[in-house]
């Protein structure tokens, strides 16, 4: 085991991407489950605070101390196996997404989830249930959790396999691997039926695995990993549309997005069916021009879509190409995929919109002020201009891209002073708001960290947060996990 103590040796373990700053007394990088129990258990005596610690990718300060100690997941990074016959992997969870999916894809399989930082670790995205583009088409990471290895404030490990321990309504048991032996009682409020990531995953009959997904390391220590993997598909298309209208984008994309249901409902696999469904606005292009000239300069916003086929790609193009003609798009102004490399190329376009934003906001030292919010399909683009309205009014520059197949959006403001981010963060608030009343949520993919704690009040109410609180001092006695996360401290 190594530990750090040295102010000057743990700077990178106290900060994340959202630009969220910190402070510890001591970094702890653990080599074995055996040693993250031994801290752990010798913390829970001393009653002091413990933050996991990932790679550093997040965007909600869930990673960043407030005090006491971080154990750092980086060394526990091993591939234990892929299974190309009952599909599935098992990893640790200091291993790199993009590790787990070149490995996986070297057999011939798929690990579908697809955050858009692919130095994420996978313990992370299942801390926080991420996502990414092709959850349009596949779910977030929860789809894909099979069983877990966790250890416990008291050093205790817990083992859950879906499909083993279901809740009795809304009474839940667990049963550790010394025996002991801990009944939960779950909250009872009604989550939101949009993609969302805020607060525990609690309902009724719920199988037990799905409360730990998504607990952003308040809960326990996830020290072991079985995902599902899926058969890579044949092939898949792979284009940038270009339009020389916002609307006519918007309206493109709502149509691909309805006719995708639609070809899901009834099984076929000769129509439109968009595994990645994503939108970039007007400044998100100017954003990008610098890296990348070829954006057609007439462009107002632009469409990525990804669909995987077998042998009919000749045919989906075709439907896709016409739709883009519907809604008066022009053949030259589309990036069609025709290689690997064309389609690695599509993947970072839209993969560096968000390292811009980042590098901005770090360069300029403000904490990131960036949505994660989804709302009904049904209320997307109303909603969508009016957050648009909002920010133009307040004269803040700005980016708007994301998830948008899943009425989920990345609306960035880009404060140059102090008091344009003063400003930046009432909007955030009110935008927040909007899409909690609309019957959304606040953070689709993201988590809420320690930066969105308010917002969980918002959306569910003072007395759903408490029994959210109660059912993590139920399993953490003492309080010591994740300090700040989900929950402002006591």
């Not at 549309?241 to 009834?266: G, I």
């Not at 709302?375 to 309205?389: C, N």
């Amino acid at each position: 085991m190594i530990i750090k103590t040295k102010q000057d040796e743990i700077q990178n373990y106290l900060i994340d991407a959202s630009n969220t700053k910190g402070f510890c007394d001591a970094v702890y990088i653990p080599e074995n489950v055996f040693e993250v129990a031994e801290v752990i258990k010798e913390a829970n005596e001393k009653k002091q605070s413990v933050t996991i610690s990932g790679n550093g990718t997040g965007l909600t300060g869930a990673r960043v101390p407030q005090g006491g100690i971080v154990i750092s997941t980086e060394k526990l990074n091993k591939i234990i196996e892929i299974n190309t016959k009952e599909y599935f992997a098992i990893v640790e969870p200091g291993v790199l997404l993009s590790e787990l999916q070149d490995a996986v894809k070297s057999k011939g399989l798929l690990y579908p989830p697809d955050p858009t930082e692919p130095n994420c670790f996978i313990g992370g995205t299942v801390a926080t249930n991420a996502s990414g583009a092709r959850t349009f088409k596949y779910g977030p990471t929860r789809d894909y959790v099979e069983e877990l290895e966790i250890i416990l404030p008291g050093g205790d490990f817990l083992n859950l396999n879906r499909g083993e321990n279901f809740a009795d309504d809304l009474s839940l048991s667990l049963k550790t691997s010394s025996g002991k032996d801990i009944k939960l009682t779950l909250p009872d409020y009604e989550m939101p039926k949009t993609k969302n990531a805020s607060g525990y995953f609690c309902k009724r009959n719920m199988d037990a695995i799905d409360l730990f997904i998504g607990s952003e390391g308040t809960l326990g220590v996830i020290t072991k990993i079985k995902s599902k993997l899926l058969p890579m598909p044949a092939e898949v298309i792979s284009c940038i549309l270009f339009f020389e209208s916002e609307k006519s984008a918007l309206n493109f994309l709502t149509k691909a997005r309805d006719k995708s249901y639609r070809t899901r409902a009834v099984n076929k696999n000769d129509s439109i069916d968009a595994a990645a469904l994503e939108f970039f606005d007007e400044n998100s292009l100017n954003f990008l021009v610098n890296d990348y000239s070829n954006i057609p300069p007439n462009a107002k916003a632009a469409v990525w879509f990804e669909q995987q086929c077998k042998e009919n790609e000749d045919i989906l193009l075709e439907q896709w190409t016409d739709l883009f003609l519907e809604y008066g798009g022009k053949e030259e102004d589309a990036w069609f995929a025709l290689t690997e490399k064309d389609k690695e190329n599509i993947i970072g376009f839209r993969h560096t919109i968000s390292t811009n934003v980042n590098e901005y906001i770090t360069l300029n030292n403000f904490r990131k002020l960036g949505t994660d919010v989804a709302v009904p399909d049904e209320k997307l683009i109303d909603f969508y201009y009016a957050i648009k309205k909002d920010v133009e009014e307040k004269k803040l520059d700005y980016v708007i891209y994301g998830h948008l197949g899943n009425s989920h959006l990345h609306l960035n403001m880009l404060p140059k002073t102090e008091e344009e981010f003063t400003v930046g963060k009432l909007l955030y608030k009110n935008i927040c708001n909007r899409a909690i009343n609309l019957g959304g949520t606040f953070s689709a993919e993201h988590g809420v960290g320690k930066n969105k704690t308010e917002y969980l009040v918002e959306m569910y109410g003072q007395e759903n947060v408490n029994k959210m609180r109660m059912l993590k001092k139920t399993l953490d006695p003492n309080y010591i996990l994740g300090v700040g996360n989900i929950f402002e401290k006591e």
